[in-house]
């Protein structure tokens, strides 16, 4: 087809049959030819790209055409475009409605956007033709039909958009929390892997020792070493351990211990410190043993505080793996009904141990009011709520700055509070952030999603409200969520105008 050709009946005929434009009137149809601006395109040719400023309206006339966008750095096929019959036949028993393979980049125009995908060519020869953004909205004025076609596109459009975003939200969670899960697991379950390994030379130590022990004290001596013992297993932990002091009390009693003829004076020396002591402490404590017998108590000493540390290691990995893991199942509400009684602070808690690795350096500050009612609903689904809060604050905070929890009960609902000293959200975007697609993050790094299906997770799924107070230094992130056993709504209260929050009845 010859673009100098397009202007004339070809194009007229070409778009009579598009079913977008077959129920319009032979004038109206005379006014879209004078407009229209076709363009060819060969394979792999870009139509529009991913953050662009939206600024037409385009219609597939032959070939075909594929949208993709990079998110996180993966280039994801959306859709594909084509004017071949079998590929629409194929995909409209997914829903699809026959005349969305046809057209494209209505969404943004009618948000008054970016695009939000890249669109380009997809083999040998794609004819488009483009309708500026003036004109298209023109269009829908003057073509009553266009639109009839065009809004079950649009709503098909959107509700896909949140279905695959739902699934990648739930992709990335199951990520997020793996992650978090081998990055948290990683320090008990090495520690017990060390202990295991270590433990079987410890015991033999610890016999070897024990007999030569025996063999070398009297009862009196053997008494005394008993009665240490015992005082080394109530000792409390240390309450504060300045490291040059233990450091020097570790060599002054490896020192003294190589002297006294012990096997081990290294393994006695940071056994001892590690407890708090000095090496005074524990000569007054073997005043009574002699001169003989002073090596082989002093290396069964050692070797009982060897193997004292393995259990103690053990003792905190366990219950430490166990916390992960019930942390672990709260969080995706393994085995549960989907809607339950649930206190929230459990959720917020879970999801600050699955995103510790992404909180390493930020403060978190809790503000939790005692003894708050309990939520009826799907804890999963807030999880995910969640999530996407905290990770969007640590983001804005880069590493350093102060996250602040807070719930309380106002009336019948519960308040939730995500607030951090980020950058902030500018101002003339902060009307817009629960907007499907809208984000103010660079291309490549978030789909305008996450926000969005936050807020219809609280206001549908939840009967609640979520609302954005943001200035620099300072964005907070309120939830509000009924009480369970409640009928009421929660909606976010008026404000004054610096809070500017966007109040979760309905996006922008």
Not at 91 to 115: C, I, M, N, Q, V
Not at 242 to 250: S, T
Not at 346 to 362: F, P
Request: hydrophobic residues 40%.
């Amino acid at each position: 087809m010859n673009v100098a050709d397009m202007k004339g009946p070809e194009l007229r005929s070409a778009l009579r049959e598009l079913e977008i434009f077959a129920g319009i009137t032979d004038e109206q149809l005379d006014w879209l030819v004078s407009v229209s601006e076709p363009r060819i395109l060969a394979d792999g040719d870009v139509l529009f790209r991913d953050g662009e400023e939206a600024t037409g309206f385009h219609v597939l006339l032959s070939g075909g055409l594929v949208v993709t966008k990079v998110v996180d750095g993966r280039e994801e096929v959306l859709t594909r475009h084509s004017t071949e019959e079998e590929s629409a036949a194929a995909e409209e028993h997914d829903g699809k409605p026959s005349a969305a393979h046809r057209f494209t980049g209505e969404l943004p125009l009618l948000t008054d956007g970016s695009y939000v995908a890249t669109a380009a060519a997809s083999g040998p020869s794609t004819t488009v033709v483009a309708y500026p953004k003036p004109v298209f909205f023109e269009m829908l004025t003057r073509c009553h039909g266009v639109a009839a076609v065009l809004i079950p596109v649009l709503a098909w459009r959107i509700k896909s958009s949140e279905v695959q975003a739902r699934k990648r939200a739930t992709v990335e969670a199951l990520g997020t929390l793996a992650a978090g899960l081998a990055h948290e697991l990683n320090n008990p379950a090495a520690a017990v892997a060390r202990a295991a390994q270590e433990l079987a030379p410890a015991l033999d130590r610890l016999t070897r020792t024990a007999q030569a022990w025996g063999a070398a004290a009297s009862g009196v001596e053997r008494s005394l070493l008993d009665r240490l013992a015992d005082e080394l297993d109530k000792l409390p932990p240390p309450a504060t351990t300045d490291p040059f002091a233990q450091a020097d009390a570790e060599e002054e009693i490896a020192d003294w211990a190589e002297e006294a003829g012990t096997e081990r004076p290294g393994l006695l020396g940071s056994g001892v410190a590690d407890l708090g002591l000095e090496l005074g402490w524990l000569l007054e404590r073997l005043a009574g043993v002699g001169e003989s017998a002073l090596a082989p108590a002093l290396d069964h000493l050692a070797a009982l505080l060897e193997i004292r540390s393995l259990a103690a290691e053990l003792r905190a990995a366990g219950p430490r793996i166990s916390q992960l893991v019930s942390a672990t199942r709260d969080y995706a509400n393994l085995d549960r009904a989907p809607e339950q009684r649930f206190p929230v602070t459990d959720g917020l808690e879970n999801t600050l141990v699955v995103l510790r690795a992404k909180l390493a350096g930020i403060s978190i500050v809790r503000e939790y009011e005692p003894d708050l009612p309990e939520l009826t609903g799907y804890p999963s689904e807030l999880n995910q709520v969640w999530t996407n809060l905290v990770d969007n604050a640590a983001e804005a905070m880069e590493g350093s700055g102060v996250l602040t929890l807070r719930a309380r009960a106002e009336g019948v609902c519960m308040v939730v509070e995500i607030a951090d000293t980020g950058r902030g959200i500018p101002a003339e975007s902060l009307p817009r952030i629960f907007e499907p697609f809208y984000t103010t993050k660079d291309v490549g790094k978030g789909t305008g999603l996450g926000l969005h299906l936050s807020y219809r997770i609280v206001t549908q799924r939840h009967h609640g409200s979520i609302a954005a107070r943001s200035r620099p230094g300072e964005t907070r992130m309120v939830v509000r969520l009924p009480f369970a056993g409640s009928a009421q709504s929660c909606v976010s209260p008026a404000t004054t105008p610096e809070t500017a929050p966007i109040v979760g009845t309905s996006p922008s």
